[in-house]
């Protein structure tokens, strides 16, 4: 069954939130409050809305924030710290996990390529993978 215009809109909230505090400390009720849900029900209309979960999709987010501030110079303590990361090895180990490598030789590898390619085609070109729930 769709889902209605309204719930779409309470998911962009959700999901606007995210985008713009991913460096804060985000939770799944605080996100389900802010849709004006339940958690669990937020959860389940999350997903099937965006093809992945709150947590996932808050995640991702961090990792993409933190890969773009790695191309930029920032070491590794930093940008896990900038995107909402507390702690170090759960940065790397999430980073490692979406992007395919650590953050050090994320870093530490040149991307002449992308500096060369508009930043929102750079954005899509090293997005990493999301937590999909399919």
Known sequence: MPQS???LDHLRRARDLMDRDYAL???VPAMATKAMMSTAHFSKEFAAAYGETPYGYLVTRRVERAMALLRDGSDVPEACLAVGFSSPRSFSSMF???AGETPSSYRERPHDE???LPSCITAVLARPTPFCTR
């Open 114 to 116: 992308s500096e060369e």
């Open 5 to 7: 215009p309204e719930t």
């Open 96 to 98: 490692t996990r979406l």
């Open 25 to 27: 400390p985000l939770d």
